[in-house]
């Protein structure tokens, strides 16, 4: 191989973004385009490109989704709104106001297309009778800083607002409901990835507040009642699902499988160690430091070794982080510059936390860079500050709007 080990694994990387692009990945999973109306609604930092994709198959539809400022796309027909993420904003909820509004009242010869993608959690947001926009704000900073994995995060999403937990597809109903998903969670449940706005939700209110509280994630009173009173998820047997359908299209097996492709054709052997890792993001990176050095110690030549999923950060600092650039710092640190292990950890939608970072890359001069410029990496972990830390030795990996998102790739190459 003659690439540089930086090289080969923004490579690997490039690749795993590129077939998850809905322009690539959608138009295999298209039927003809339906007679009668043709309503595309959807929401996620991939569903302008997946509208934009859509109308390239069928031409100009009618329709509204919601994206991610900045991740806008041109489309004929449909309209994009933008709105903000993680946190919602009040574009957010008018669009998703608006949106209901659209598939009420549609009849059985009428179809719904909705795109969703990772990032709807939080741009399709109306928050229940009872709650103010400012109160699902201030839920959802608690979620994002508490460590939780995304699945028991969705799961109360669903019970604040009244598009998530199968909702928007029953105010569709009696229309038919097609949703194409771009999965950016862990184990690929329809149900969690962007709270599963056409998707029943069996869960209570109860069972959510129950799997976080070992977070210590609770909600204020008046938010609570509202839930209680208010809250609207279709359960399994919801007759106004019975014309839904949900489809899968792209997800992070399908990206890492790209990237091992990449890996083998350049001769380099490939172990994954799976598409749905989850748990606190520098306690995975210390696994798979001791892994990498083992497999380095046991000296069988090249290889790299791949990962997937969603890792989640616990705030204790007061830093500018993410999980990705936090597993990066994490191993780094664990590997104490090791020779000849290198890696790269990057969110496919380029945007890792609330940064408009993809993550980082570290090689055995990491550390002595950063000391050399007076950056020490232990006090950076400490302080969640991985961010500030990598762009310090301009380590860090930057992409734009990648226009789909399929979550976590890392990547841990071992010369």
């Not at 083992?294 to 290889?303: N, V």
């Not at 990705?324 to 710092?329: D, Q």
């Amino acid at each position: 191989m003659k690439q540089d080990p930086e090289s080969f694994l923004r490579d690997l990387f490039a690749r795993a973004v590129a077939v998850a692009d809905p322009t690539a990945a959608l138009p295999g999973v298209l039927p003809a385009k339906p007679e009668g109306r043709v309503v595309v609604v959807g929401a996620g930092k991939a569903s302008a490109r997946m509208a934009e994709a859509l109308e390239s198959a069928w031409g100009p539809c009618e329709g509204l989704v919601i994206t991610r400022y900045g991740y806008e796309r041109p489309c004929a027909g449909i309209r994009i709104a933008s709105a903000a993420h993680p946190v919602p904003d009040e574009a957010g909820e008018t669009a998703t106001l608006e949106m209901l509004d659209l598939v009420r009242g549609l009849g059985p010869n009428d179809t719904v297309i909705c795109l969703i993608s990772g990032g709807a959690s939080s741009l399709l947001t109306a928050p229940v009778p009872g709650m103010t926009l400012e109160d699902l704000k201030q839920v959802n900073a608690d979620l994002l800083a508490s460590g939780a994995p995304i699945s028991a995060m969705n799961a109360l999403r669903k019970h604040l607002c009244q598009a998530k937990g199968g909702q928007l597809a029953a105010a569709a109903y009696p229309a038919k409901v097609v949703s194409y998903l771009i999965s950016d969670v862990p184990g690929d449940d329809p149900g969690m990835i962007g709270s599963g706005p056409t998707v029943a939700e069996p869960e209570t209110l109860d069972a959510a507040l129950a799997a976080l509280a070992a977070f210590d994630v609770t909600l204020s009173p008046h938010v609570e009642e509202a839930a209680r009173a208010h809250g609207g998820v279709v359960t399994p047997d919801d007759m106004r699902l019975s014309t839904t359908q949900n489809i899968l299209f792209a997800s992070p097996r399908q990206s890492l499988a790209a990237a091992q492709e990449v890996a083998e054709a350049a001769g380099v052997p490939v172990e994954i160690l799976g598409d749905a890792l989850e748990g606190e993001a520098r306690d995975v990176a210390q696994m798979q430091a001791s892994l990498a050095i083992a497999k380095m110690q046991a000296a069988k030549g090249p290889l790299v070794i791949l990962s997937g999923g969603e890792l989640t950060v616990t705030r204790r600092g007061d830093g500018v982080g993410g999980p990705n650039a936090e597993f990066a710092l994490a191993l780094a640190v664990a590997l104490e510059g090791a020779k000849g292990v290198y890696a790269l950890a990057c969110d496919t939608d380029g945007v890792d936390g609330a940064a408009e970072v993809a993550g980082a890359v570290v090689g055995p001069e990491t550390l002595a860079i950063a000391q050399a410029n007076g950056v020490d990496a232990d006090q950076a972990l400490a302080r969640n500050d991985a961010h500030s830390f990598f762009e310090k030795i301009n380590a860090q990996v930057v992409t734009g709007p990648t226009l789909t998102n399929v979550n976590d790739f890392r990547a841990i190459f071992v010369v």
